[in-house]
T-cell receptor, first 113, second 112 residues
């Protein structure tokens, strides 16, 4: 009965590789998000999708490409990984509206060597 | 620009002591305000939120927070801390497009 799930939980890869992180929510929400948490625990939004449509793109490098095949899924593909991409990536979902709670997944810890 | 400030990076309290975590925000309109908690290796869990009405809001796990518009603050309180409250606490402001802007977090350590 997991609400927001992410796979994988850990991802270790070499610089220059391409990798994907998957996110699924079973809460019936129409809005999904990707956040990046750096080594100092600072959380910053990267993308937001509403009904499969991109609504927030926070000056993230083009190497990051989100894909939403349906309302329940929002995947994150990263090309040409760099050392600075090492972080914990959180997926979240909510109903539309700024006062609605965002439900977070457990996070994916990405380590780029 | 919208921003959230959590002045205390790290707080240490004894179990049973009271707790107050500070949060100040900068936002032009009426803010939606949230407190989230992150336990080690976990995702974020909502403790409480404010968007209108009573300025003192109650949350889960015995937490409460008070919205003070004149001080642009939304401080989190708990009268008696338990060892299981040790975690990272994030204050956030919700802006019009569903975006959450987070503070830098306060790490709470609880001593027995």
């Amino acid at each position: 009965d997991t609400a927001v799930s992410q796979t994988p939980k850990y991802l270790v890869t070499q610089m220059g590789n391409d990798k994907s992180i998957k996110c699924e929510q079973n809460l019936g929400h129409d809005t999904m998000y990707w956040y990046k948490q750096d080594s100092k625990k600072f959380l910053k939004i990267m993308f937001s999708y509403n009904n499969k449509e991109l609504i927030i793109n926070e000056t993230v490098p083009n190497r990051f490409s989100p894909k939403s095949p349906d309302k329940a899924h929002l995947n994150l593909h990263i090309n040409s990984l760099e050392l600075g991409d090492s972080a914990v990536y959180f997926c979240a979902s909510s109903s539309r509206g700024g006062n609605n709670e965002q439900f977070f997944g457990p996070g994916t810890r990405l380590t780029v060597l | 620009a919208q921003s959230v400030t959590q002045p205390d990076i790290h707080i240490t309290v004894s179990e049973g002591a009271s707790l107050e975590l500070r949060c100040n925000y900068s936002y032009g309109a009426t803010p939606y305000l949230f407190w989230y908690v992150q336990s080690p290796g976990q995702g974020l869990q909502l403790l409480l939120k404010y968007f209108s009405g009573d300025t003192l809001v109650q949350g889960i796990k015995g937490f409460e927070a008070e919205f003070k518009r004149s001080q642009s603050s939304f401080n989190l309180r708990k009268p008696s801390v338990h060892w299981s409250d040790a975690a990272e606490y994030f204050c956030a402001v919700g802006v019009n497009t569903d975006k959450l802007i987070f503070g830098t977090g306060t790490r709470l350590q609880v001593f027995p």
